[in-house]
């Protein structure tokens, strides 16, 4: 099956001090690098050997021609992907930890990708079955929340697999107050759910984690995976749940971590199934759930390696290794 992301690609600024610690009373700067949370779970399938392509949209600026030159060299589908005529491409300078842990200051007031209108929702879009992959950011504003549902609308009566990665950011958030229940409501209606312990502390509060996990499943989710850096990660469904290890990792850089481990569990399902109703039989299946996660464990342990996102992004060479 076909991968497709929804959302944004955008450019993160990671500071060359942090790239090159060895440089010592080195002028200040920057390095850019192709990223953006749906657009590396996109390159991420791709650089596996998947079929994936973007749903979004970037600037008509250097940086937006930047990031299509970058998803076709990675050979994502573009064909989804235009120019906005109203915002330009959101940045994201990014700082690094001495533990590699990144905290990020995004320029994205009005920006291309949040320009993505019902318009752009070609019927070739859902031709087939697909499985469909998006973050929170793409329901951080009223306008891409409209355009986003619509999308799973249609993604759906397509027989198409739903994978929400939570991928919580505040600062995309116009009124952060109303993501809690915003990302419950759609959280309840997907397939797949991703995410972090910290994003469900940020969210929910760590006493109301358990639960949360519950009701979603409860309400139909097939499988809720939740990871907590280099901590096992914990599995959910109405069949199953438990803990797996993650690998041991040489971290630099955690950027584009979760996007790895989403990519590779995605690629892995994209290869066995074909339609819903055949993903339903796949996730009540013990052994192959848990062989998902655990290439999808050593695609995030590749990627925290080396710097950037797309870059970082593992092959199947990497993972052989």
Known sequence: MEVVAIGEALIDLLSNDCIDKTVLNSEPGFTQFAGGA????????????GL????????????????????????????????????????AFVSLDESGERTFDFYDKDAAHYDLQISDL?????????????????????????TTLNALKHFKEADS???????????????????????NDIAK????????????????????????????????????????????????????????????????????????????????????VSDKNEFIDWANNFEKVLKAIDFAAKCGASTVAKFGAFDALPTQQDLSA
């Not at 994502?76 to 940045?91: D, E, I």
């Not at 070609?122 to 409209?146: D, E, Q, R």
């Not at 939740?226 to 971290?251: H, L, Q, R």
């Open 189 to 272: 209606t997907v397939d797949v759910i991703k995410a972090s312990k910290d994003e469900l502390i940020a969210l929910y509060g760590i006493e109301h984690i358990e639960t949360t996990i519950k009701s979603w499943v409860d309400n139909g989710v097939s499988l809720v995976l939740m990871t907590d850096g280099g901590e096992p990660i914990t599995f959910s469904s109405c069949s199953f749940s438990g803990t797996y290890p993650c690998p041991p990792a040489n971290v630099v850089d955690t950027t584009a971590a979760g996007d790895a481990f989403v990519g590779g569990f995605l690629y892995q399902v994209a290869s066995l």
């Open 122 to 146: 070609t019927p070739s879009l859902f031709a087939a079955p697909k499985i469909v992959s998006f973050c929170s950011g793409s329901l951080a504003k009223a306008h891409i929340l409209n």
């Open 38 to 49: 749906p657009a590396n779970v996109a390159v991420a399938v791709a650089k596996l050997g």
């Open 52 to 91: 994936s392509s973007l749903l979004g949209k970037v600037g008509d600026d250097p940086f937006g021609r930047f990031l299509i030159k970058a998803l076709d060299t990675n050979n994502v589908k573009t064909s989804h992907v235009s120019f906005s005529k109203k915002g330009k491409t959101a940045l």
């Open 161 to 183: 697999v739903t994978c929400f990665d939570i991928n919580f950011r505040p600062a995309f958030w116009d009124e952060p107050l109303t993501a809690p229940s915003i990302i």
